[in-house]
């Protein structure tokens, strides 16, 4: 049964960079796809992005300019950075599995709670 | 972006009722619609994929239709634990969400 654990920090000051770590156990992140859910206080939910089996990514066109999602094949890890954050950025952040592009996020973490504040 | 709209935002109801909670898309999303369950906590569970595909594992009490912008999901008899929040996504396009539906026990 795959597993996903979020982990990183939960305080990040404005302007700097916000970073997680995905760890998966339980299936190898060298197969699907790999993403990135975020949601707001208030419940407001958004797709960030993905990176594929191949290394591939895909990116939410409202977050291009400031995501990047990569990983470790060695650790089965996956990583998000958010570049220039703001205080709107505080959320709870999820990562999450699909299978295909027609079969999307049948597993997800428990999240991980990240407030921006100086 | 294909908005999602969900409806109700909070639903009160006993155990044994039949309940339903809708998504509308701001334009046709060919079936591409999942239903989740979150209980405070813990990780969303995906209950039904692309419409009407029971999930592995999820109890046949939990149903899904609709075609084109309407969809919904059917919970035929609630148990004690089905009281948690329930929201939809879409898949046709990049992902969005529908704002949620808190079920609670009346």
């Known amino acids: 049964e795959v597993q996903l654990q979020e982990s990183g920090p939960g305080l990040v000051k404005p302007s700097q960079s916000l970073s997680l770590t995905c760890s998966v156990t339980?299936?190898?992140?060298?197969?699907?796809?790999w993403g990135w859910i975020r949601k707001f206080p208030g419940n407001k939910m958004e797709w960030m992005g993905y990176?594929?089996?191949?290394?591939?990514?895909s990116y939410n066109p409202s977050l291009k300019s400031r995501i990047s999602i990569t990983r470790d094949t060695s650790k089965n890890q996956f990583f998000l950075q958010l570049n220039s954050v703001t205080t709107e950025d505080t959320a709870t952040y999820y990562c999450?599995?699909?299978?295909?592009?027609?079969?999307?996020?049948?597993?997800w973490g428990q999240g991980a709670s990240v407030t921006v504040s100086s | 972006d294909i908005q999602m709209t969900q409806s109700p935002s909070f639903l009160s109801a006993s155990v044994g009722d039949r309940v339903t909670i809708n998504c509308k898309a701001s334009?046709?999303?060919?079936?591409?619609l999942n239903w989740y369950q979150q209980k405070l906590g813990e990780a969303p569970k995906r209950l039904i994929y692309?419409?009407?595909n029971l999930q592995t594992g999820i109890p046949s009490r939990f149903s899904g239709s609709g075609s084109g912008t309407d969809y919904t999901l059917t919970i035929s008899s609630l148990q004690p634990e089905d009281f948690a929040t329930y929201f939809c996504?879409?898949?046709?396009?990049?992902?969005?969400f529908g704002a949620g539906t808190k079920l609670e026990l009346k």
């Open positions: 692309n419409t009407n």
């Open positions: 990176i594929s089996y191949s290394g591939s990514t």
């Open positions: 999450a599995r699909s299978r295909r592009v027609s079969d999307v996020m049948d597993a």
């Open positions: 339980g299936y190898s992140i060298t197969s699907n796809y």
């Open positions: 996504l879409q898949h046709n396009s990049f992902p969005t």
């Open positions: 334009q046709n999303i060919n079936k591409y």
